[in-house]
């Protein structure tokens, strides 16, 4: 008899998963996600490329480029603090997922 009460309770409730394409699960607050970069507040110092444990940034300052290799980034935040301009952040937001193995370019307008 439990059973059936329990059969009954799962087909009138919403179901525990998502439709993801149609759904997205909004982030935790506090989440990570992704390293972001405002190339207007940069001044290219290259402290947070010094600092990156896995030297997943590059930046020229000839060419004024940041550039971050999203699959070597493990999002510690060191980047981010030791940023004096606060220019680079921690996005709540995951980045997209990648093809192909690249470098993400940002330049200086």
Known sequence: MKMSGVVMGSAVKKPATRLYPFTKRESFKGSRGSI?????L?????????K????????DK??????IDRLRCIL???????????????QGQWA???GEKKA??????
């Open 104 to 109: 993400e370019l940002f330049k200086t307008e």
């Open 36 to 40: 972001g970069v405002d190339m207007k």
């Open 52 to 59: 990156c444990p896995t030297g997943a940034i590059k930046v």
């Open 62 to 67: 000839a060419a004024k480029t940041w550039e």
């Open 96 to 98: 997209a997922p990648q």
């Open 76 to 90: 510690c935040g060191a980047c981010v603090s030791v940023c004096m301009k606060h220019a680079t952040s921690l």
């Open 42 to 50: 940069c001044n290219q110092c290259t402290l947070c490329m010094l």
